[in-house]
C-alpha cells in the first residue's frame, strides 16, 4: 500500500494533470463556442465553471485556480463583447469575471478539505483492512498450530498408552521399527543385530499383505481394517494374532503403527 500526504491526494501525475486540465478547458471551451449562436450574451462562464470544478475534483485546487484564469481569458476574448479583443473593458466586464473567479473559487475551497478527508478515510480503510487480513492471517496460523501441536500430543498419547500392543512402527520414508512386543511374540533374538529382517518372522503369504496395509491409507469415516497376520516363532511355530495398522499425520509425514487387537 503506497502511503502519501494527504495534501497530495490526486492519484495522477504532474503531466496527466496538465493534459487533463487542458483537455477539460478544452471541452468546456468548445461546447460554449458551438452553443454561442443560441445563447449568446448569456452564460459566458456557466460552462467553465463546470469544467474548473471538474479540474478541482481530479486534480485539486492548483490547478483548478489556473484554470479559472484561463476561463477568465477565453471567456473574456472570445464570448463578450467586443469579440476577439479585450478592450474596452467596462465596468460590467469586471464584476462578470469577479463574479465567476469568486463563486468557482469558493467552490473550489470547499472542495479540497472535502477530497483531502476523503482521501484519509480511503486510506484509514485500506490500513484497516490490511491489519485485518493480519489478525486474520495470525489467527489461522494460530489455530493450524494448535491443531498441529494437539494432533502431536494426541499421537504421542496413544504411543504411550498403548505401547504394549504395538508390534512395528513406520515413520515416513525410513525403515521398519521393531517394538518388544514382536520380539516377545518370535522369540527371535537375532533381529537385535539385524533388525532389518524383520520379515523373515512373518509367514511369507501374509507379508505381502501387511505391506498393503502399510500402503493404503483408510478413509477419514472408517476405522482401520483389521486382519490375520501370522508370526513365525524361534522354533518355526505359527502364532495367529489379529492387527491393524494405524496412520497418522506427525510433522508432515505418516506415521504407520501396526498393533495387536485385544
Wanted: proline share 3%; aromatic share 16%.
Amino acid at each position: 500500500m503506497q502511503i502519501r500526504n494527504s495534501k497530495k491526494w490526486s492519484e495522477y501525475s504532474t503531466k496527466q494533470a496538465w493534459l487533463g486540465t487542458a483537455m477539460i478547458i478544452f471541452v468546456a471551451f468548445a461546447v460554449r463556442f458551438v452553443l454561442d449562436p443560441a445563447i449568446a450574451p448569456y452564460g459566458v462562464f456557466h460552462f467553465f465553471i463546470v469544467a474548473c470544478l471538474a479540474v478541482q475534483y481530479f486534480y485539486g485546487y492548483k490547478f483548478a485556480a489556473l484554470s479559472v484564469a484561463l476561463s477568465i481569458f477565453l471567456g473574456e476574448f472570445y464570448f463578450i463583447e467586443p469579440y476577439g479583443s479585450f478592450g474596452p473593458v467596462l465596468a460590467k466586464d469586471y464584476i462578470l469575471s469577479l463574479n465567476f473567479a469568486l463563486v468557482t473559487l469558493t467552490a473550489v475551497a470547499f472542495m479540497e478539505p472535502l477530497r483531502r478527508s476523503l482521501y484519509a478515510r480511503d486510506l484509514l480503510l485500506k490500513v484497516l483492512n490490511s491489519r485485518h487480513k493480519v489478525s486474520l492471517y495470525r489467527e489461522n496460523d494460530r489455530i493450524f498450530y494448535a491443531q498441529q501441536s494437539n494432533q502431536a500430543w494426541s499421537i504421542l498419547q496413544e504411543l504411550l498408552e498403548n505401547f504394549d500392543d504395538i508390534l512395528l512402527i513406520k515413520f515416513g520414508n525410513s525403515d521398519y521399527k521393531i517394538e518388544p512386543l514382536f520380539f516377545k511374540i518370535t522369540a527371535n533374538h537375532d533381529l537385535l543385530l539385524s533388525p532389518q529382517n524383520w520379515q523373515t518372522s512373518v509367514f511369507a503369504d501374509d507379508l505381502d499383505l501387511l505391506e498393503r496395509a502399510f500402503e493404503r491409507r483408510p478413509q477419514k469415516s472408517g476405522d482401520p481394517t483389521a486382519f490375520e497376520l501370522r508370526l513365525i516363532g524361534l522354533n518355526g511355530g505359527l502364532q495367529t494374532c489379529r492387527v491393524r495398522v494405524d496412520h497418522f499425520n506427525f510433522m508432515g509425514k505418516t506415521l504407520c503403527i501396526l498393533r495387536m487387537m485385544q
